[in-house]
T-cell receptor, first 111, second 116 residues
């Protein structure tokens, strides 16, 4: 069964304290992996798409990487405005619209 | 209006009521989606429409009835819901890519539904 697992469930960081969020997946065939950010009371906001192992994408303080079994979202010197829930989703090859989400990591950055 | 909009933002309904959720996308996309988001659970894909045709129905109970009159509008008609249907209902849209390509989805702010 296709599955996406995110860890940790919640993370508290001091401002400037770098860390990484993990998204591990077990799927029949990976078409691609997506990272989204979700703020309270809002829908998810697209961050990155990763297509193949070894690929990296960066945006401001965020850097996403992909291996054959997992993806990491590295947050460098986070700020309080980076506080949000970060969602990982995979698109599998067995269905054009089959999009499997993880449960997310709730990040809180303290000033 | 820009992006994906949803109305209402909050809805409280009794189990015998009938209500509808509305979604509109202003991005020129061809595919639209309904998701259910419950606490501590992954987003659950409910329905997918591509060029107004339903292409996915993930075993959703018949008390949820989608309607897509055109590629910009999507409705979710609700009737005789159960308390466990209380959740955030998210609408999303995307381009319809050529086979083998990837696409990202753009989400609306959601409708917070409470069934009493």
């Amino acid at each position: 069964e296709d599955q996406v697992t995110q860890s940790p469930e919640a993370l508290r960081l001091q401002e400037g304290e770098s860390s990484s969020l993990n998204c591990s997946y077990t799927v029949s065939g990976l078409r691609g992996l997506f990272w989204y950010r979700q703020d309270p009371g809002k829908g998810p906001e697209f961050l990155f798409t990763l297509y193949s192992a070894g690929e990296e994408k960066e945006k401001e303080r965020l850097k996403a990487t992909l291996t054959k079994k997992e993806s990491f979202l590295h947050i460098t010197a986070p700020k309080p405005e980076d506080s949000a829930t970060y969602l990982c989703a995979v698109q599998v090859t067995s269905g054009t619209y089959k999009y499997i989400f993880g449960t997310g990591t709730r990040l809180k950055v303290l000033a | 209006e820009t992006g994906v909009t949803q109305t209402p933002r909050h809805l409280v309904m009794g189990m015998t009521n009938k209500k509808s959720l509305k979604c509109e996308q202003h991005l020129g996309h061809n595919a639209m989606y309904w998701y259910k988001q419950s606490a501590k659970k992954p987003l659950e894909l409910m329905f997918v429409y591509n060029f107004k045709e339903q292409t996915e129905n993930n075993s959703v109970p018949s008390r949820f009835s989608p309607e897509c009159p055109n590629s910009s509008h999507l409705f979710l008609h609700l009737h005789t819901l159960q308390p466990e249907d209380s959740a955030l209902y998210l609408c999303a849209s995307s381009q319809d890519p050529p086979a083998g390509d990837l696409y990202e989805q753009y989400f609306g702010p959601g409708t917070r539904l409470t069934v009493t």
